[in-house]
């Protein structure tokens, strides 16, 4: 059972605008701390995607972009391509935990 | 170009010791705090465990506390995770990560898959 919590599963067709969900409580999300987002795709290594909720590193397609409100975080992609079909982890720190903590990660199809 | 290269990984009998190193390169390796995060068979991340750039505050996730050690070598520009006293729940890919300026990881390695299994 993850600390944050994420759909399993999300789909979308090519060109549509799909959200992940991350739901967090108050000590890790709702205490402040930033959420960040990685994208890992089949047989590779997790990669950033956004960080400090809504931040895009260098090379990331603006088709992606983060936000965070309370005690929860979204991703949302826009313009669905093939390429994107992946699973997708946010990420943020728990006080209580006193460690970093991964959601259970969601698994996007292109459908 | 930022590399972070896994080596170490294998299959070790429950109770056994393992020794992950991870070679750096492409950026000032004496600069940023590293990460090891690992990754369960069909599983999610798990953040496991992390190091100051001097080495001097260490910090781990509970699962791993007093079983595995976190070190670096700066000079070597190198990241160590020796695992000592496996369990099969600690069968995983692990991934050696560069930290960003707050709690995330920039880069990645390709990782290294370690199973623990008789």
């Known amino acids: 059972q993850s600390v944050l919590t994420q759909p399993p599963s999300v789909s979308g067709a090519p060109g549509q605008r799909v959200t992940i969900s991350c739901t967090g409580s108050?000590?890790?999300?709702?205490?402040?701390?930033?959420v960040h987002w990685y994208q890992q795709l089949p047989g590779t290594a997790p990669k950033l995607l956004i960080y400090?909720?809504?931040n895009r590193p260098s090379g990331v397609p603006d088709r992606f972009s983060g936000s965070k409100s309370g005690t929860s975080a979204s991703l949302a992609i826009t313009g669905l391509q093939a390429e994107d079909e992946a699973d997708y982890y946010c990420?943020?720190?728990?006080?209580?935990?006193?460690?970093?903590?991964f959601g259970g990660g969601t698994k996007l199809t292109v459908l | 170009e930022v590399q972070l290269v896994e080596s170490g990984g294998g299959l070790v009998q429950p109770g056994g010791s393992l020794r992950l190193s991870c070679a750096a390169s492409?950026?000032?390796?004496?600069?940023?705090?590293m990460s090891w995060v690992r990754q369960a068979p069909g599983k999610g991340l798990e953040w496991v465990a992390n190091?100051?750039?001097?080495?001097?505050?260490?910090y781990y996730v509970d699962s791993v506390k007093g079983r595995f050690t976190i070190s670096r070598d700066n000079a070597k520009n190198s990241l160590y995770l020796q695992m000592n006293s496996l369990r099969a729940e600690d069968t995983a890919v692990y991934y050696c990560?560069?930290?960003?300026?707050?709690?995330?990881?920039?880069?990645w390695g390709q990782g290294t898959l370690v199973t623990v299994s008789s």
């Open positions: 990560a560069r930290d960003g300026d707050g709690d995330y990881e920039d880069y």
């Open positions: 492409g950026f000032t390796f004496s600069s940023y705090w």
């Open positions: 190091i100051k750039q001097d080495g001097s505050e260490k």
């Open positions: 108050s000590s890790n999300i709702g205490a402040g701390y930033d």
């Open positions: 400090g909720n809504s």
């Open positions: 990420q943020s720190y728990d006080s209580s935990l006193s460690e970093g903590v």
